[in-house]
């Protein structure tokens, strides 16, 4: 019971995702033709050579049947020497030709799986928080980087089975010319081909998109589980993120072995079919021979074209499977590219937000319809007003801060800053007018410098040093080894939680937004950095509308007004005295989360252990 429902587990992430939709092979076609277009001049010289390969290719059996012919009748070694010059210059061309040909649609796909991946890594970047809350980031980066991949692959046989088909079709031109009835011969059974290659495009295409579910589990699987590295090292839980990982590994090697299986039955089809149509042109041709119906020139011709056309036949079919892997690629491509936003914008004024007040008007709010997160929420803050928000966990606090930044879509209301409805501004420059700290800080590779730089690229290193000794003059950076130069590691690690905090906010400070938003860390830190933390929110505080989500008793009385929510609600508000007096609510949560941060309370503790 416990092997199958694993198994159902795994099987249940081959799912098609939310976002995934259904391309007819025409439609992917007509994208695809999309990204060429801006390399037509590449496409036609290489098309040029193709064509001229063909013809070239074919005259090569045409060249040496007429030259047999006419060494049958008594030729002089001076029409050998003739043939031979022709062929080694035809060699010397098609190389020089094939060098254009496969250069040129190198280039060629290179710059359109460039393009490709672009497109699906802007589309990555663009798609709200939401999307990410659904959609495990392991398969985005399987789309961005291995289906791209693919498909970059299954375009460069594209070249290869064109110029052989070219080649076919100058052969049969040729072949028509000759003996029409011989060619009629050769032709009967492409029909099966097709047909059979035709039978065989769905369930291909079955395969190889569970093939590439398969293989998006695992990149899934190694990206959280190098993520999350340390937490299993922790509890040591090594073995058991390597057994899950295990488990989705075998699973994909399972199914990507029945998708070889499913694209590999092709060859010995065709194989056989080869087979027969070759016995049958050389048993019509002999006889043809043997009756003076063509000459022998002639029949060399057509047996030495029996494998040319084949082989091209072949690679079409094999062509034609892993065509609909690489069109299975492009699909869920251009399905992530494609996908919908659930932060709408009803507009695309380019306002400019001003340290205006913010306004949440009835507002409705739920990740799912059977989670209610807000219900006709209302909430008004004046210009230039810090609200802090307090309460258990899963009173909203977060989301309100996520649906002001726009990191998720509201379902009912209307949320206003600055007088403006937010939908109305354009996403990218209202986002660039809000400062926003989460909760864990989050510091890409590079040093403490970069980092702060990351909002205003433009900023020289003497601004950042003199927006970062405004706080506590200068006194943190000297906790750090090289200073502002000072590597900060994978996701900040290198520093401590609080200096993480800091560098956040002093990026803040250096962006100057118009609108503060912060997710405070529960974690606790040491006196000294906290009273540098809350230094640096009072800097960036002045004249700026804010809202805090407060886990500290020294921010939440930074703050001009507190409100606190319970189940989405606000259920009180005022300063941290008139609450306090209250004895409501506020004040339970004091004596929880507050109280034992207090001077008053530190000091009876001291006085008492003394």
């Known amino acids: 019971t416990g092997k199958r429902t694993e198994m159902a587990s795994i099987f249940g992430g081959l799912a098609t995702e939310a ?39 074919a005259a090569f059996p045409v060249l040496v049947a007429r030259g047999v012919d006419r060494l049958a009748v ?76 693919e498909f970059g692959q299954t375009m460069r046989l594209v070249g290869d089975v064109l110029n052989q088909m070219a080649v076919v079709l100058v052969l049969m031109v040729v072949l028509f010319g000759i003996e029409w009835r011989l060619a009629s011969l050769q032709l009967v059974l492409s029909p099966l081909v097709f047909y059979l290659v035709k039978g065989w495009r769905r369930i291909a295409r079955k395969a190889t998109r569970q093939g590439t579910r398969a293989m998006a589990n695992v990149n899934a699987a190694i990206q959280e589980a190098v993520t999350g590295i340390s937490v299993a090292k922790n509890f040591r839980q090594e073995a058991a993120i390597y057994e899950e990982f295990s488990a989705v590994n075998a699973e994909s090697y399972r199914i990507n072995f029945r998708r070889g299986l499913v694209l590999s039955t092709v060859f010995p089809v065709l194989n056989a079919l080869s087979g027969i149509g070759v016995a049958l042109i050389l048993y019509a ?16 011709l057509f047996v030495s074209t029996v494998d040319r056309f084949w082989f091209p036949m072949m690679q079409l079919a094999a062509f034609w499977s892993q065509f609909q892997s690489g069109l299975a690629a492009a699909e869920r491509v251009f399905a992530l590219i494609d996908a919908e936003p659930s932060v709408l914008q009803t507009a695309e004024d380019a306002f400019t937000v001003t340290p205006g007040g913010i306004s949440f008007e009835g507002v409705d709010f739920y990740y799912s319809e059977n989670e209610p997160v807000l219900r006709d929420f209302s909430l008004q803050i004046e210009p230039g007003e810090s609200v802090a928000l307090v309460g258990h966990t899963g009173a909203g606090k977060s989301s309100l801060l996520k649906l002001l930044a726009r990191f998720y879509e509201f379902q009912g209301g209307v949320i206003c800053v600055g007088g403006h409805d937010v939908r109305c501004f354009e996403l990218r420059l209202y986002r660039r007018q809000l400062g926003i700290v989460s909760q864990s800080p989050f510091l890409f590779s590079g040093t403490v410098a970069d980092n702060i730089r ?44 609080g200096q993480r905090q800091l560098v956040a906010l002093t990026r803040v400070l250096l962006q100057a937004p118009a609108v503060f938003l912060l997710d405070e860390a529960t974690a606790s830190v040491d006196p000294f950095t906290e009273s540098q933390i809350q230094e ?31 189940e989405g609600e606000i259920i009180e ?32 503790e001291a006085a008492l252990s003394a």
């Open 19 to 57: 976002y995934d939709r259904g391309y007819s092979d025409g439609e992917l076609v007509r994208r695809i033709a999309a990204y060429m277009r801006p390399h037509a001049r590449r496409l036609l010289v290489v098309t040029l050579a193709l064509l001229t390969l063909a013809v070239l290719s």
């Open 74 to 149: 008594g030729g002089e070694e001076a029409l050998l020497l003739r043939l031979v010059a022709f062929i080694l210059a035809i060699g010397v061309l098609i190389w020089g030709l094939n060098y254009v040909r496969f250069r040129g649609f190198a280039t060629l796909i290179g710059d359109i799986v460039l393009q490709m991946r672009s497109d699906a890594f802007s589309a990555a970047v663009r798609h709200d928080l939401s999307f990410y809350d659904e959609h495990r980031s392991g398969r985005v980066i399987s789309r961005v980087t291995s289906d791209t991949h």
């Open 285 to 300: 041709g002999g006889r043809a021979v043997g009756i003076d119906v063509i000459s022998v020139g002639a029949w060399y």
């Open 454 to 497: 990351y909002a205003c690229p433009g900023a020289s290193a003497e601004e950042i040093l003199s927006v970062a000794q405004r706080i506590g003059e200068g006194e943190w950076l000297q906790t750090l080894p090289d200073g502002l130069q000072t590597d900060v590691g994978e996701r900040g690690a290198r520093l401590s939680l």
């Open 536 to 566: 640096a929110l009072d800097l960036i505080l002045r004249e700026r509308t804010s809202i805090l989500i407060a886990h500290r008793l020294s921010t939440v009385r930074s703050a001009d007004r507190i409100i606190v929510l319970r």
């Open 573 to 604: 508000q005022g300063s941290h005295g008139q609450l306090m007096a209250a004895g409501g609510h506020y004040a339970e949560l004091y004596d929880t989360y507050f109280r034992h941060q207090s001077l008053q309370y530190i000091e009876r």
